[in-house]
């Protein structure tokens, strides 16, 4: 777990899988909310729109608001909808490039 995430992880003594994003190897819950993970693991931003290149991160976290759009496995998929599993490649969804305002 990132200790600098405001994200508690509930479950922090259980059993852990690896899991990519963009690059980077997390140690997540196994069966876990992918989305929950994620943030909890310190990942902040999750894709890029495609006509401003604004950043995007999990909202509603019942697959209503797609700001959780990745690429997993190579297929763009609502992270907040995805169990953890081990061996999970996970890239922010293609978009406009990513800026800061
Ligand atoms: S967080 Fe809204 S659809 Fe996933």
């Known amino acids: 777990m990132n200790d600098a995430s405001p994200f508690l992880d509930l479950d922090p003594g259980g059993p852990r899988v690896s899991v990519r994003f ?3 190897d997390h140690a997540l819950p196994e069966g876990a909310n992918l989305a929950a993970a994620l943030l909890a693991a310190g990942v902040r931003v999750f ?24 690429l997993i496995d190579g297929v763009t998929r609502q992270a907040c909808m995805t169990r953890v599993t081990d061996g999970l490649v996970v890239e922010r969804a293609p978009g406009r490039d990513l800026h800061d305002g």
């Open 47 to 70: 894709r890029a729109t495609p006509v401003s290149g604004a950043p995007r991160a999990p909202f509603c976290m019942m697959g209503a608001c797609y700001d959780c759009l990745v």
């Open 22 to 24: 963009d690059g980077t």
